[in-house]
């Protein structure tokens, strides 16, 4: 996989042994392959796909408050990605999910707006593609993303007020 860690014994030892100037090709090489062990790009993912169901119950719900909350803070993960900018076998994941997520999630908004089920539906789906796409090329095809079987949240009211 792209980004195995060492023990941290190991990763000290490797600190303290090479000393990298800036502009220099093994740092940039070590940049890019523990991009995403800086900033935990697994947990960064997880809270977008736990807020992404949310927004599964909260748009078959006609709830546009929710939907939107929801979608905010995906934005907000993406923000704080957007600094480190983590590299996965070559995708740089923030700027795959600008054009190929956000797009989508945009219309999702839209079409809860507009109470079109058919079009919330479809962009549901676009945005699923389009995560399974990137776990594919990130060589994370094992994790794919499908519509929620069941909702992780009995205990919030998805309906609109």
């Known amino acids: 996989m792209g980004c195995e860690r060492a023990p941290a014994s190991e990763e000290k030892a490797e600190a303290t042994e090479a000393v990298v100037e800036p502009g220099d090709e093994a740092e940039e090489e070590h940049d890019e392959d523990h ?12 809270e977008i796909g736990r ?19 929801q979608i905010h803070e995906i934005e907000e993960v ?9 590299v996965e076998e ?3 994941v923030v700027d795959y ?28 789906d676009a ?18 993303i499908g519509r929620p079987a069941f909702n992780p949240y009995a205990n919030v009211k998805m309906d609109a007020k």
């Open 97 to 124: 999910f600008e054009r190929s997520v956000l797009p989508s999630l945009e219309r999702i908004e839209e079409a809860v707006e507009a109470g079109d089920t058919a079009t919330f539906e479809r962009e549901y």
């Open 51 to 69: 807020r992404y169901s949310a927004v599964w119950y909260a748009g078959e719900a006609g709830n546009k408050a929710m939907v939107d909350y």
């Open 78 to 86: 993406i923000e704080e990605l957007r600094e480190a900018r983590p």
């Open 127 to 144: 945005v699923i593609t389009q995560c399974n796409a990137c776990h594919t090329a990130t060589k994370h095809a094992f994790i794919e």
């Open 35 to 46: 991009a995403h062990d800086e900033v935990h790009l697994g947990a960064h993912m997880f």
């Open 90 to 92: 070559g995708v740089d």
